[in-house]
């Protein structure tokens, strides 16, 4: 396995489908990077989602509500 094949499997957490062999190691590391853009995008979605959601929470219950999600 390459080093470009097991990032990907890495980044995936997952082993890779008997197919991706023959993909280079260029496409591999492409397919990496463009993983963990959109990685990236949904963490921040998902900030944004969380944050826009405790607008909807009175200020004194915030603290208590983050604690309960964990935030």
Same mark, same amino acid.
């Given at each position: 396995m390459s080093d470009a094949?097991?990032?990907l499997?890495?980044? $995936?957490?997952?082993?890779?489908?008997?197919a991706f062999?023959? $993909?280079?190691?260029a496409?591999?590391?492409e $397919?990496?990077?463009l993983l963990h853009d959109a990685m990236d995008r949904r963490r921040d979605t998902l900030d944004a989602a969380l944050s826009s959601s $405790?607008?909807?929470?009175?200020r004194l219950m915030r603290p208590a509500v983050k604690k309960a999600l964990g935030l």
């Open positions: 094949a097991r990032q499997s890495d980044t $995936l957490r997952a082993p890779l489908p008997a062999e023959q $993909l280079t190691d496409d591999l590391t $397919l990496d990077r $405790l607008d909807f929470v009175p």
